[in-house]
């Protein structure tokens, strides 16, 4: 997966969201985004920095530059897409009081912050390998674990490509439901005549 400019990754947020996200929602999106990618892929989504704001954490560069325009520079990218069908799924339809809860729990916003109080202003930026670290503790996105993420490829979750991903069976689940599985899992990775 490639490394975009933070402000071109917002706008394609912006044009993935099933509603119109506003500002607040729009940062806390763009820092999941950011963190899963580096996770999974070791990669960074954007090159711009995150910063440790009153709000949570915020990129100043897609900030100061207003309102999105929503279009999408990274079309070509299956592997972006692919996770931010993942991310959108998991934090998509939450408001920007919760995204913004989820951000302030114990983590890279607030390690960031140190002991400056929650409603102080601050500018420290949130170092890249607190962000990975804390998003490789994190067991699941959107119901597949990091694993799961990790075999199938980001690219398997792309929903423009309308290939169904199929859900790895539990430990609980019978055997019968692990031999489907592998069938269907199967099926994503063959080779075109």
Not at 6 to 14: G, N, V
Not at 57 to 77: E, H, K, L, Q
Not at 109 to 122: F, K, L, V, Y
Request: avoid cysteine; glycine fraction near 8%.
């Amino acid at each position: 997966m490639r490394t975009y400019n933070a402000i071109d990754l917002a706008d394609t947020i912006a044009s993935r969201a099933e509603e119109t996200l506003g500002a607040v929602e729009l940062q806390k999106i763009l820092y999941f985004t950011q963190g899963w990618s580096l996770a999974i892929t070791g990669t960074p989504a954007h090159s711009s920095e995150t910063q440790a704001w009153t709000r949570g954490p915020v990129v100043p560069d897609v900030w100061r530059a207003g309102d999105t325009r929503g279009g999408d520079s990274a079309s070509d990218d299956a592997e972006l897409h692919g996770l931010l069908t993942l991310v959108l799924a998991e934090y998509g339809r939450k408001s920007g009081i919760e995204l913004t809860r989820l951000t302030h729990r114990e983590g890279p916003w607030r390690d960031a912050r140190g002991d400056i109080p929650e409603t102080a202003s601050s500018t420290e930026v949130i170092p890249l390998d607190k962000i990975r670290d804390h998003f490789r503790q994190s067991p699941t996105l959107a119901g597949f674990s990091q694993v799961e993420i990790m075999y199938l490829g980001l690219e398997a979750f792309d929903e423009r490509s309308y290939k169904p991903v199929p859900k790895m069976p539990s430990v609980d689940d019978d055997i019968d439901d692990l031999d489907e599985w592998m069938t269907e899992s199967a099926n994503l990775f063959e080779i075109p005549r």
